[in-house]
């Protein structure tokens, strides 16, 4: 119960890290509106710099004890620690990129990453949320801030037309997964979540109180669905990434899964696990639909962020398959599954970013016409890039779909795994057809790579990371085990 | 007395009318933020029906927070809105359309 309110300023050190950036934040736009036009990559590279140290802070957080603070509401454990450091790599890693894209077309404005940072805190109170209220804040702090991310091109009518869709498919998001959590709150009397999850593992739990908690719990899982773009509730999602600015594409693309996944868990696993058999059968018709819609809508692409939108609601449909087996190792699988993932998304966008040039998006499968001629280097990255979304080994994106796929099989969904791997060859299709315009059409404009050193280079590594933990998968999958 | 159900009724039916109206409404898009807000309006009951009969204040908190969320979530709105006038001198439904593919 949240009756007994309990502060004690120890536990302010638990938060640290979120108290840090929130100062950060208020420091950076403080400063940025004394900045001149000269000095605007102070901005930046302050960003860079409360990213790194957020980061550290969470790190030094790691393998503390499971704590609940601040009235039951804020949780600090492994899971939490571990997916905040993730986070704020990615997210430097998202910055780098995203610097040379915002230089290129006039959108270097100090207020992106004010909202970069604002949408980051966001995450990080829905990872260590223990209470609705706090995981729906959490939400919306992260929304809020997507939705005018997408807008500050503001002179572009297709960034605001995604804007509107985002904002009005995500307040209904919002809604209906609020109307899940009253429900729940009615049935359990309790906005906390071991709270509920007492109250749902009880084993005298009456036919009715079964039913409403069901009730409840579509809605939950629509809204969840909804933020990470499952089939049906995926319609916002190639409209978005087309629309988007590309570096807020590629922000939105991969980050947010990282919070939607830790939301998922701490509502449906730690919350309702007792529930696991209602909520796997949803999920299960959401992962299939997911992976078949993905993977053939994508064949018909000719924008690769469209391309890459339909590739993730495949990639999504693996993830869910991972929460329907119901047992740990699973859960761990998908968690590797979304940092490899993101880790290859990161890479994607990245190589579409550097080919960008002042004023033209090089977002069409056409612009990668005979990359590899003129710069060998970045086609082979790309080339790992895709081979890696496809599964093919020794990429890293094999192992991620193979650990999925053997959790499935063993949990006895042998129809399921079948299924996944069909569509997961059908859509080698169209990673391939990128290869192949890289490596056996010539171009029909010329190519120019202008970007500055530090994106060749962040790049670089990132794709040499996707080979490398393909090659030494067992760290990581280790570390995503250990988080359950 | 007013029983619990009654009000669950009454929020259900006002969520119903939200949603509907979103997928219903084809002419302006301000008529889809109003539509937002019905929902959430109807969350707002749930919760603070729920909370009166369990006796737990939690759930009227709660609503606290969802209202400051929906004034900043219809600022941001509104917002977006103006941007979409200034680029294309209407705020129709039909007028976004452009992305497909």
Redesign the interface.
């Known amino acids: 119960?949240?009756?007994t309110f309990q502060f004690d300023t120890a536990s302010l050190l638990l938060a640290l890290p979120e108290i840090f950036l929130l100062s950060a934040i208020v420091v950076v736009l403080l400063l940025d509106l004394f900045l001149t036009k000269r000095f605007k990559q102070v901005t930046y590279y302050l960003t860079q710099a409360s990213l790194l140290i957020t980061g550290v802070l969470s790190y030094n957080l790691i393998g503390h004890p499971e704590t609940v603070i601040f009235s039951n509401s804020f949780v600090l454990d492994d899971m939490a620690s571990v997916f905040k450091v993730f986070m704020m790599g990615f997210s430097m890693v998202a910055m780098v990129y995203s610097r040379h894209y915002l230089t290129q077309h006039s959108l270097f404005r100090g207020e992106y990453f004010i909202l970069v940072l604002l949408s980051i805190l966001g995450m990080m109170v829905m990872v260590s949320g223990y209470s609705?209220?706090t995981l729906?804040?959490g939400l919306?702090i992260l929304s809020?801030s997507l939705?005018?991310l997408i807008?500050i091109a503001?002179?572009?009518?297709?960034a605001?037309?995604?804007?509107?869709?985002y904002?009005?498919l995500g307040?209904?998001a919002s809604?209906?997964l609020?109307?899940g959590?009253?429900?729940i709150?009615?049935i359990s009397?309790?906005?906390n979540i071991s709270d509920i999850s007492a109250f749902a593992s009880d084993a005298n739990l009456g036919a009715r109180e079964t039913l409403i908690i069901n009730f409840g719990l579509v809605f939950l899982v629509i809204g969840i669905a909804f933020k990470l773009g499952a089939v049906p509730f995926h319609m916002w999602v190639?409209?978005v990434y087309?629309?988007s600015p590309t570096s807020v594409t590629m922000f939105i693309s991969t980050v947010p899964k990282i919070a939607a996944v830790a939301m998922l868990v701490r509502i449906l696993v730690d919350g309702l696990g007792a529930m696991h058999a209602y909520w796997a059968d949803l999920f299960m018709v959401l992962a299939v639909l997911s992976i078949a819609l993905g993977s053939v809508v994508a064949l018909?692409?000719?924008?690769i962020k469209?391309m890459l939108a339909y590739s993730t609601i495949s990639h999504v449909g693996f993830i869910m398959l991972g929460f329907v087996t119901g047992v740990v190792s699973g859960y761990g699988a998908a968690v590797f599954y979304v940092f490899v993932y993101i880790l290859i998304s990161l890479a994607a966008f990245g190589i579409i970013i550097l080919l960008n040039k002042e004023g033209f998006e090089a977002d069409q499968i056409s612009d990668f016409k005979g990359l590899s001629k003129h710069s060998p280097w970045f086609a082979l990255m790309m080339l790992a890039v895709m081979l890696s979304m496809a599964g093919v080994p020794p990429f890293i994106g094999f192992y991620s779909k193979f650990f999925i796929l053997q959790q499935v099989i063993s949990a006895g969904f042998i129809t399921l795994a079948v299924v996944a791997v069909v569509f997961a060859v059908i859509s080698a299709y169209y990673y391939l057809q990128i290869i192949k315009s890289m490596y056996f059409e010539d171009a029909d404009k010329d190519i120019t790579i202008s970007a500055p050193m530090d994106i060749q280079l962040v790049l670089s590594i990132n794709a040499i990371l996707i080979l490398v933990v393909g090659i030494f998968p067992d760290f990581w999958m280790k570390l995503a085990l250990s988080l359950f | 007395m007013v029983s619990l159900s009654d009000y669950l009724i009454l929020s259900a039916i006002i969520?119903c009318i939200?949603?509907v109206g979103?997928f219903v409404n084809r002419t302006n898009?301000i008529t889809?933020l109003m539509c937002?807000e019905l929902?959430?309006v109807?969350?707002n009951t749930?919760?603070i029906?729920?909370s009166h009969f369990?006796g737990?204040?939690?759930?009227q908190?709660?609503v606290f927070?969802?209202l400051t969320?929906a004034a900043?979530?219809v600022a941001?709105?509104l917002?977006?809105?103006t941007?979409?006038f200034?680029?294309?001198g209407t705020i129709s439904v039909d007028v976004?359309n452009?992305?497909?593919?």
């Open positions: 119960m949240m009756n609705l209220l729906y804040l919306e809020l939705y005018t807008a503001r002179k572009r009518s297709g605001i037309e995604a804007a509107l869709k904002f009005v307040a209904i809604g209906l609020l109307y959590m009253s429900m709150y009615g009397g309790s906005l190639p409209d087309q629309g018909m692409q000719t924008n469209r | 969520f939200g949603l979103i898009i889809l937002v929902i959430l109807a969350v749930n919760f029906a729920f369990l737990n204040e939690a759930g908190i709660f927070f969802i969320v900043a979530e941001i709105g917002a977006i809105l941007l979409l200034r680029n294309k976004t452009s992305l497909k593919g």
